[in-house]
């Protein structure tokens, strides 16, 4: 499919010189927070709660998003997306906001360490230690922890699948379903072929390059080891039978088009239960970008649909 014409024009827009150092990522901190949307101009939902829980290196900042009616209600925990090393609560606000009014699940976003002043495991430790105080303390935020599931874009996306493996390995919490968006599943450096085709199709010209991909890994962990471990790379894990129903959204223009589909099918193989969703004309983080837009409102109708089932 082509690309839609309001992606086309952002791609336009996109600059197009590539970092030649994993370091000129982090330039992008500097201005991530000036092109969000207006605080005004974010759908409004019926409550939203700031407060820390504790962490295994102190307290994690959480945001919880509350629907309007009766609780108590799902919990549907996030965890955003930037390559590990970018982004926050507050530039996925406005993505958690609509989650939270097409979902009817109270929506807990977690701002996990970010890379690489906290590399691997720090992300995925906070990310787990949030779900589980979500779900041993579900009655304080009017949630159901008998409906408990866990969401993320990107490295979001990584983040959602790894919790799932470490509640699995440490005995729980109990996650229900598991909505992987566009994730990053496995582990490569800049001088690495990719087994995935899709990072020769889409290289460059799309927004997220396999250049910038390389970077981020290079920032989030010290050495190949931590890089294929099972909590950096789900889809190197040994068993991944037992793991929660999964929803796969992948991207038809995106360099982790391939590996977020991989992932899925060692799923599929090890004998859990995958809906896969392939989004056509678009490119990588166009649910944060273009809420608005068709192919986001027809997504966020798509996990409303698959959390209800």
């Given at each position: ?19 030649e ?16 949307t207006?605080?005004e ?21 959480i ?41 009817g699940?109270?929506?807990v ?42 969401t ?36 490569h ?45 789900p ?40 809906t ?9 983080g ?24």
């Open positions: 499919m082509s690309l839609r014409p309001h992606i086309e024009e952002a791609i336009r827009n996109m600059p197009t010189a590539q970092p150092k994993p370091e000129e990522m982090l330039l992008s901190r500097k201005v991530e927070h000036d092109v969000l207006p605080v101009e974010r759908p409004a939902v019926h409550k939203m709660e700031d407060f820390t829980v504790p962490g295994p290196a102190g307290d994690i900042p945001r919880v998003y509350s629907p309007e009616g009766e609780g108590p209600f799902p919990i549907l925990m996030f965890f955003h997306g930037g390559g590990f090393v970018l982004q926050s609560i507050e530039t996925h606000d406005e993505l958690c906001r609509y989650l939270t009014l097409n979902t699940c109270k929506v976003s977690v701002q996990y360490r970010l890379a690489p002043e906290n590399p691997f495991p720090a992300a995925p430790e906070d990310c787990y230690a949030a779900t589980k105080w979500a779900a041993e303390n579900a009655d304080k935020i009017d949630g159901d922890v008998s409906n408990l599931f866990v993320g874009d990107s490295s979001g996306g990584n983040l959602a699948a790894v919790v799932c493996l470490m509640a699995k390995d440490r005995g729980g919490p109990k996650i229900a379903k598991q909505v992987l968006i566009y994730p990053i599943t496995d582990y450096t800049k001088d690495e072929t990719s087994r995935y085709p899709s990072y020769e199709e889409n290289a460059l010209g799309y927004g997220l390059s396999n250049i910038k991909m390389s970077h981020y890994w290079a920032l989030y962990v010290k050495d190949r080891k931590d890089g294929e471990h099972p909590y950096a790379s889809i190197r894990a040994e068993d991944l039978s037992g793991l929660p129903p999964a929803l796969v959204i992948s991207i038809e223009k995106d360099v982790l088009r391939d590996e977020g589909e991989a992932y899925g099918k060692r799923l599929e193989e090890a004998g859990v239960p995958v896969f969703e392939r989004v056509q004309g678009t490119i990588h166009f649910l944060k970008a273009f809420p608005k837009a068709e192919e986001s409102v027809e997504t966020f109708e798509l996990i409303n649909a698959y959390l209800k089932e």
